[in-house]
């Protein structure tokens, strides 16, 4: 298949490519050598691009032989988490998330693992790979087991980096549920509710089918996963579903508190309702006086009368009066 032309990366490709024999560095290697440190025993080589363009892509190809379908992928992202089996390597897609001003930004990373490499490919929003290569070189004896311990850290740091984003959302949720208790909900309020909740829908998409690759390594019998690194890849899964339960628990905070925002909101509403009913009330009855003495008829004895304005409004005073103090008594005003 012929990938289509890509325009040349602005910024250096090759993060790091480096060989590693029995746990720990020996050398850093170009990657057009990098083949021929990999077919060498108890070696492996572990390189990290950062938006390779096809050109680079397609030389990693060359030196490790992987499989063109995974290399499309790599190329064009926007893939879905997943792994898959070529052969006897495997193909993997993790979804990364960090947050910038309060704007979820989502990234992928793209793994391809066989005997003797382990390539990492990165796109878009994700933190430097360096922290992970760091920590493993740090454990030579973890090291030594090989390809599949690199990618376990790759998935683990992926996995951890949802934990500061899902915190900094729990804040700001926390602050938005104290704001609708404490007034009705405005446009503001009511498009911030609206950007968390897709942030966190976008959020459980890709961090749920991690639950799948994590038991797909550690349960099936797949190319250079060795039995004794499966659980930590079982590790992995725990933390994913601490993520996804943080992620629904959020949600549902959310939910609740624009469901409880919305409930005081119809209680203040309907509040001033009655008060408006109660003053409607009080002044209907001086309204129907005075329409009663506007009518102008000829023979109304009381207009004739020298004290029937004082009992008019004697009679309106003690009426409004007695209907206030009748709605205070419950609760009306």
Known sequence: MTLPPSPLPTHNAVVASAAYCDGRRIADVPVAEAGAWAAKDSHFVWIGLWEPDEALLMEVKRQFGLHELAVEDALHAHQRPKVEVYGDSLFMVLRTARLEQGELELGETHVFAGRGYVVTVRHGASSSYSPVRAR????PALLKHGEDFVV?????????????????????????????????????EIERIHQL????????????????????????????????????????????????????????????AFETSMILAAARQNDVTRKLAAWAAILAVPTAIAGLYGMNFEHMPELHWRYGYPAVLAVIAAVCAGLYIRFRRTGWL
Do not use: K, W
């Not at 740091?157 to 602050?175: I, K, N, R, T, W």
């Not at 639950?211 to 996963?225: A, Q």
């Open 136 to 139: 493993a070189e740090s454990a």
């Open 152 to 188: 376990y850290t790759v998935m683990d740091y992926v996995v951890d980096c949802y934990v500061p984003v899902l915190d900094q959302m729990a804040a700001m949720v926390e602050e938005l549920d104290a704001q609708l208790i404490a007034r009705p909900p405005g446009t503001a």
């Open 197 to 256: 909740r897709r942030d966190l829908e976008r959020l459980r998409r890709n961090a749920s089918p991690l639950l799948e690759v994590c038991s797909r390594l550690e349960r099936f019998d797949l190319p250079m996963i060795d039995p004794a690194i499966r659980p930590y890849y079982r590790d992995v899964q725990d933390h994913v579903i601490r993520v996804n339960e943080q992620i629904g628990s959020l949600r549902e905070v959310l939910s609740f």
